[in-house]
């Protein structure tokens, strides 16, 4: 049985606590003899799919190669899998290419099939993808537990991605818009309605420049290169998204999150800003 991982408290107090204690949860929910087993079963044999045909064929390596990318749920489309790695990433029409979510790009690239002939066959490819879903696994256990937490992580280190982007400024927004972990804490962070989904795309950017550049003096997810401003983003979406779920009156806490969310930012407002100017 896998290692649960301890997570005490939700929101804030419950992110804290996780960056506190990451280290040593991690590494024992690394030991979990089904993780492990997983991981051994990829390294070893994982060299041996030397086409993206053989890769899809075994279950269990295609399994550890996606969940290294958050994928795994996609397991079962087979034929659509070995389409995006046998077309590659060097051309701007690859499927891969056309998809929303940045992260099956990132597989195939990864993979290297349609570009590179296959990667797999070194040991430092097999290792990187091993590590990545070992890191993965974890963050879906968190999220078993409070899916708030295990999404404020997520958006941790893909926005940081993004905002290194030497194309942020072009297709910075898309990406998370193409992402929908990382635009649900954007959204809840910006507490904008749930209506917002069904703007089309170019207003929905616009939306998420402006809201940016009133909150962090910038219009491009370039801001969050900066760690102050990731922390200040989750901070808002963590307290939104404990606001929303309801709060006993009585909480500790309670009153000032409630005036906090009233500054400018909370649910109600934003509801009405939202219809006034879309």
């Known amino acids: 049985m896998a290692f649960t991982p301890v997570v005490p408290f939700g929101g804030l107090l419950g992110l804290r606590f996780i960056d506190r204690t990451f280290d040593a949860q991690f590494e024992t929910f690394g030991k979990s003899p089904e993780i492990q087993r997983e991981i051994d079963y990829f390294l070893e044999h994982a060299g041996e799919a030397t086409t993206a045909e053989a890769l899809v064929a075994d279950r269990r390596l295609l399994r550890v190669a996606l969940g290294a990318f958050g994928l795994e749920d996609e397991v079962d489309k087979r034929a659509f899998i070995r389409k995006i790695l046998e077309d590659g990433v060097l051309d701007p029409k690859s499927l891969a290419n056309r998809l929303a979510d940045p992260a099956w790009a990132e597989f195939s690239a990864a993979l290297g099939y349609g570009d590179l002939g296959g ?24 999220g078993d537990v409070d899916v708030d937490i295990r999404l404020a992580l ?19 927004w898309l990406k998370v818009l193409g992402s929908t972990p990382l635009s649900n804490v954007v959204q809840g962070a910006y507490s904008l309605p749930t209506l917002f989904g069904l703007l089309d795309l170019d207003r929905q ?27 200040d983003l989750l901070r808002r ?24 969310m009233a500054s400018g930012l909370g649910t109600g407002g934003s509801a009405n800003l939202f219809a006034s100017n879309f």
């Open 119 to 142: 990667l797999l066959v070194f040991d430092g490819t097999r290792q990187d993808l091993a590590e990545q879903f070992r890191l993965r696994q974890f963050e879906r256990a968190i």
């Open 154 to 172: 997520n958006f941790r280190r893909e926005m940081r991605e993004i905002a290194l982007d030497p194309l942020v400024e072009v297709s910075g």
């Open 205 to 231: 950017v616009s939306a998420f420049e402006a809201r940016t550049e009133q909150v962090f003096g910038g219009k491009s997810p370039a801001v969050f290169v900066s760690d102050e401003n990731i922390d």
């Open 237 to 260: 979406f963590l307290l939104s998204s404990q606001l929303k779920g309801g709060i006993s009156p009585s909480a500790p806490g309670a009153t000032a999150l409630a005036l906090i």
